[in-house]
């Protein structure tokens, strides 16, 4: 399976500001996703990071408050903008190393204060 | 949408017991897919089931692809404390699809 790192692992953050996080593979895939896990829920996909295009949200996500970059196979940028608490949650990437299988990154763990 | 109900959603036991936990869905799944998420870290992927009917093995593990394609198991024989953690399972969205859909999870709690 690839590896999967993110930056930063964890920060606090005032509300009103902007985080970007982000994710290396250890090797080139088709497929990157950025899902966020609020406190003590589920994973809830934000969006597909798309090589060379537009990212494609999901509902109830909008590219002004996520932007996404993914500038090669290798790399993708999630950015949390104008933060509030409501924010405070772990983000994560994804890649799809086969069909309907995905593994995961560390994660980066965000506190809006 | 697609929606994956686990149970139990949570699980508190003694080291060395054997654990069951499940997965259903109203609707086909192709994939079933087994996470771990422990404290800190993202979901690893343990166990993934490709046919109706599929029993595969990791280690102490054990999960089933149930042959209706709406359900699955998970099966820990003989438990010891790592594995403390919340166990996920996922499936994709639509038949191909890449997005996956996921449980609310299973937290399992080990008394030493």
């Known amino acids: 399976s690839a590896v999967i790192s993110q930056k930063p692992s964890r920060d606090i953050c005032q509300r009103g500001t902007s985080l970007t996080i982000q994710c290396q593979v250890d090797s080139q895939v088709t497929m990157m996703f950025w899902y966020r896990q609020q406190p003590g829920q589920s994973l809830t996909l934000i969006a597909t990071a798309n090589q060379g295009s537009e990212a494609t949200y999901e509902s109830g996500f909008v590219i002004d408050k996520f932007p996404i970059s993914r500038p090669n196979l290798t790399f993708s940028t999630l950015t949390v903008s104008n933060m509030s608490p409501e924010d405070s949650s772990i983000y994560l990437c994804s890649v799809s190393a086969q069909i309907e299988t995905q593994y995961f990154g560390p994660g980066t763990r965000l506190l809006v204060l | 949408g697609q929606q994956l109900n686990q149970s139990p959603q949570s699980m508190f036991i003694q080291e060395g017991e054997d654990v069951s936990m499940n997965c259903t869905s109203s609707s086909i799944f192709n994939t079933w897919l087994w996470y771990k998420q422990e404290p800190g870290e993202g979901p690893v992927l343990l166990i993934a089931?490709?046919?109706?009917?599929e029993l595969t093995s990791n280690g102490r593990l054990t999960a089933q692809f149930g042959i209706t394609r709406k359900d699955s198991f998970l099966n820990i024989s003989a438990s010891i404390p790592s594995d403390v953690g919340i166990y996920f399972c996922a499936g994709p969205g639509t038949e191909g699809a890449q997005k996956l859909v996921f449980g609310q999870g299973t937290r399992l709690t080990i008394n030493p």
């Open positions: 089931l490709y046919k109706a009917g």
